[in-house]
């Protein structure tokens, strides 16, 4: 199975700082990659699949980089509303595993 | 507007059976793969099963192998989950979610139901 990790485990920013996540598959999974948003309490919500495609409706402030096994999610200005978990997924083969998942706060 | 909608959750006894439903709208049922994905209470996301479209095609997590069954009905728009021999690490929101692509893979979940709560508890 490939196993995905996720760093930082939490992060927390203030309001108009740039954020970075960065997800890393133990095996090359091409661009097979999806970030997920989740809030307390509710279902997760597709951010960017194909590992830079942004998800129609998601705001432009949300960006996604990487291919074979280093991926990073970039919220370029935090927004009051971004406070949630994000988690990534490897869309490459099954099992389909997903990342530990990052908190992030704001400060 | 993409609707899915879970049920048949509740409270079973390690051992015991149970069956989940999710009742979708807003897309063409037949046309898209269909998953179940769990969630511990307070961890993190974990894949369950995948069905194709036509229901030709199954895909088990090796943790529910031989113990759950997906299916659906492409008359009914209906996706189901049925669970037997329930532990208690099995305990989580079960949620049901559709594949981004229509009438292939993508692998990756577009739209997602609430969640229905599955607790295995003696």
């Known amino acids: 199975d490939i196993q995905m990790t996720q760093s930082p485990s939490s992060v927390s920013a203030s309001v108009g700082d740039r954020v970075t996540i960065t997800c890393q598959a133990s095996?090359?999974?091409?661009?097979?990659l999806a970030w997920y948003q989740q809030k307390p309490g509710k279902a997760p919500k597709l951010l960017i699949y194909a590992a830079s495609t942004l998800q129609s409706g998601v705001p432009s402030r949300f960006s996604g980089s990487g291919s074979g096994t280093h991926f990073t999610l970039t919220i370029s200005s935090l927004q009051p509303e971004d406070s949630a978990t994000y988690y990534c997924q490897q869309a490459n083969n099954f099992p389909f595993t997903f990342g530990p998942g990052t908190k992030v706060d704001i400060k | 507007e993409v609707q899915l909608l879970e049920s048949g959750g509740g409270l079973v006894q390690p051992g015991g059976s149970l069956s989940l439903s999710c009742a979708a709208s807003?897309?063409?049922?037949?046309?898209?793969?269909l998953s179940w994905v769990r969630q511990a209470p307070g961890k993190g996301l974990e894949w369950v099963s995948t069905i194709s479209g036509r229901a030709g095609t199954i895909y088990y997590a090796d943790s529910v192998k031989g113990r759950f069954t997906i299916s659906r009905d492409n008359s009914k728009n209906t996706l189901f989950l049925q669970m037997n021999s329930l532990r208690a690490e099995d305990t989580a929101v079960y949620y049901c979610?559709?594949?981004?692509?229509?009438?292939?893979?993508?692998?990756?979940?577009?739209?997602w139901g609430q969640g229905t709560l599955v607790t295995v508890s003696s």
């Open positions: 095996q090359g999974i091409s661009s097979w």
């Open positions: 807003g897309f063409i049922f037949s046309s898209y793969a």
């Open positions: 979610a559709k594949d981004r692509r229509e009438g292939g893979w993508a692998f990756d979940f577009d739209y």
